[in-house]
């Protein structure tokens, strides 16, 4: 019987973009030739993580959505264990609500930002804590001070 997963993966940030894409179509290509069928599918870029894996704050996210049996995702996951590139995955089961509430999501944008601009991964908007004020400070040249030494020798 035909089951809908989701399965959601983060591919290591030191991948080129070819590489990145690569990696997606191994995976695709496993899901059809499983017999799978793929709903839907969205490429959510690099993203920071939550806490570090593997010495790495950032990841690229990649989302399937699709129908196949049970077996078929145990044959995903073994893959995903198994391929260097993938840092971590999740797959889960869809009821009949997540279906809908992923389907109304693809066909309204919920979830989405609006702008399709990144927002830059390491940039913070802090205000300082400290204002910092210089304030200089006149001290006299050396030629002053060899003059004065000069003065006070002769008298």
Request: charged share 35%; glycine share 4%.
């Amino acid at each position: 019987m035909l089951k809908q997963y989701e399965t959601v993966f983060i591919m290591t940030p030191v991948l080129s973009d070819d590489q990145m894409k690569e990696t997606v179509k191994k995976f695709e290509n496993l899901l059809h030739d499983k017999g799978a069928e793929i709903v839907h599918q969205e490429n959510w870029g690099l993203k920071r993580l939550e806490y570090q894996i593997q010495k790495k704050s950032t990841g690229f996210y990649h989302l399937f959505e699709f129908k196949a049996e049970p077996h078929v995702v145990a044959e995903l996951e073994l893959q995903y264990r198994r391929d260097e590139r993938v840092m971590r995955y999740l797959t889960v089961t869809l009821d009949k609500d997540a279906i809908a509430y992923a389907e109304k999501r693809r066909t309204h944008g919920f979830g989405q930002k609006k702008e399709s601009k990144p927002e830059p991964v390491f940039e913070t908007k802090r205000e300082p804590k400290y204002e910092v004020k210089y304030e200089v400070i006149e001290e006299p040249v050396e030629e002053q001070i060899y003059e004065q030494n000069l003065e006070n020798k002769e008298e």
